[in-house]
């Protein structure tokens, strides 16, 4: 099974539960993708067992999540989430820039085509 510290164990199993939620699967439902009966997976939400490699793959696998997010908690849930988070982003980044001037809209640019120089 795979070994993890107590923080990463109440991590991962707020992001089972965010994988449910988004897919709007009960646990029953959950079991069957993951390829465990339904007590297992409240064993496993009682700290009675860990994550096993095989629980791991069938979550990346059928539900299409990054396995640095699955395990550790870094990046985002899958593609379509870190599509989601850009153009989120990107969308902020829009709404605060057109509330601007001209003129402070054109530093921008000219700012940020600097740093591309920079950069390149």
Do not use: P
């Not at 989120?88 to 509330?99: D, R, V, W």
């Amino acid at each position: 099974m795979f070994k993890e510290g107590e923080n990463n164990v109440n991590c991962w199993r707020e992001r089972i539960r965010r994988i449910q939620k988004l897919h709007k699967q009960n646990q029953i439902e959950f079991t069957k993708f993951i390829g465990v009966s339904q007590g297992t997976l409240s064993e496993l939400e009682q700290k009675k067992y860990k994550l096993s490699l095989d629980m791991i793959l069938a979550i990346h696998n059928h539900f299409n999540v990054d396995l640095l997010w699955l395990l550790l908690g870094e990046g985002t849930l899958n593609k379509a989430d870190k599509i989601q988070e850009l153009i989120e982003q990107e969308t902020a980044f829009l709404s605060i820039f057109k509330k601007l001037t001209d003129t402070d809209q054109s530093e921008i640019i000219d700012f940020i085509k600097m740093k591309i120089r920079r950069y390149s």
